[in-house]
């Protein structure tokens, strides 16, 4: 869409210029007297402009959407071989879960006690701290890794992707179940997950004039 090479570092000012022209083309108000089919044809690539961008100016989402290409699949869904946490990571998860089911047993019959409560919020900044780091390593390291990597290099730092990725995901459920059991509101998860991602870049395209704009076993992607 934007004829950009297959690489994780982008200019973002050349990113939005080539967004501006591209939504400008494809903006439906300028296309109001085509026949309805052309105006369905308009709109449609108006909307894949849009998605486009969103995903290739947010560096987590971009490695996401590099490894399906480079995989030949169009959506998360299609991926047969399914990216997995580390052992130790899953392992802690699981005794972290266990946790959060006598907590929540403990709930259910009255509050907390300030001590599970105090363990609990512990545990959970401890993921948020690591949620951040993975989000680094993903966006920086491993990201340049792969803009300067030999062809026979690629499939390594495919599945490092894979593995992070999947990683993100179990940290992201985890912190949503801690924050849901400590009773703190899942907007508080919102906010701290939206402030991690503003500092790799927005995922929401710029407006035009115009208007245009769990469990362990299964991870919030």
Avoid: C
Avoid at 18 to 47: G, K, M, N, V, W
Avoid at 155 to 162: D, G, N, R, T, Y
Avoid at 182 to 192: H, I, M, Q, S, V
């Amino acid at each position: 869409m934007f004829g950009l090479p297959r690489k994780l570092a982008v200019d973002s000012a050349e990113l939005q210029r080539r967004f501006y022209a591209l939504a400008r083309e494809h903006h439906p108000d300028f296309h109001q007297a085509a026949p309805a089919q052309e105006r369905a044809r308009i709109e449609a690539t108006s909307a894949l402009v849009n998605a486009a961008y969103r995903t290739l100016r947010d560096p987590i989402a971009r490695v996401e959407y590099l490894v399906r290409l480079e995989e030949g699949r169009e959506t998360k869904e299609g991926d047969i071989d399914k990216p997995k946490a580390p052992p130790a990571l899953l392992q802690e998860m699981f005794e972290i879960q266990e946790a959060l089911a006598e907590a929540r047993s403990e709930a259910a019959k009255g509050a907390l006690d300030e001590t599970t409560r105090a363990t609990l919020a512990e545990q959970r900044e401890s993921l948020r701290a690591r949620l951040k780091d993975e989000e680094t390593r993903l966006a920086g390291p491993l990201s340049a890794r792969w803009d300067s990597a030999a062809p026979a290099e690629r499939p390594a730092i495919l599945a490092a992707f894979k593995e992070a990725l999947a990683t993100r995901a179990y940290l992201r459920t985890v912190i949503a179940d801690l924050t849901e059991t400590l009773g703190g509101d899942t907007e508080e998860f919102g906010r701290a997950i939206r402030a991690i991602e503003g500092r790799h870049g927005s995922a929401e395209a710029p407006r035009t004039r115009g208007g245009m704009g769990g469990h362990i076993g299964a991870p919030h992607q």
